[in-house]
């Protein structure tokens, strides 16, 4: 293990890049947002977050760009939650990481699924 590794193994701090180029790895949990350092002021509210409505539509208009960067920069890409469905409360269908992780696979991108099956 070199020593950035060694240091994440240990219990070492993982920050929130401010852009793609800054970035080391994807880590995608979830399908609501892409969480961006707050420092970035692209975002209008201030929350850090780019909302992507994933959840409810499955609209890949505002992921793709994101991944496609990603992908040029040859970014891995670690799924924490792989299911690809979930039913939300009304009978409502909703998108999960999973579909944007096996998107990034299909465009070319590493893609590590962590966590529950």
């Avoid at 070492?12 to 979830?30: F, M, N, Q, R, T």
């Avoid at 780019?50 to 890409?77: A, Q, T, W």
């Amino acid at each position: 293990i070199d020593g950035d590794e060694k240091n994440i193994c240990e219990g070492g701090e993982i920050g929130v890049a401010k852009s793609v180029e800054e970035a080391d790895l994807i880590l995608l949990h979830g399908s609501e947002v892409w969480r961006r350092s707050r420092e970035l002021r692209q975002i209008s509210d201030d929350s850090g977050c780019l909302d992507l409505n994933f959840l409810y539509d499955g609209d890949f208009s505002v992921i793709d760009p994101l991944l496609e960067e990603s992908l040029e920069r040859k970014l891995p890409m670690v799924c924490a939650n792989p299911d690809l469905v979930v039913g939300l409360p009304g009978g409502v269908v909703g998108n999960m990481p999973g579909k944007i992780a096996n998107r990034y696979a299909q465009m070319g991108g590493t893609v590590h699924h962590f966590g529950k099956p």
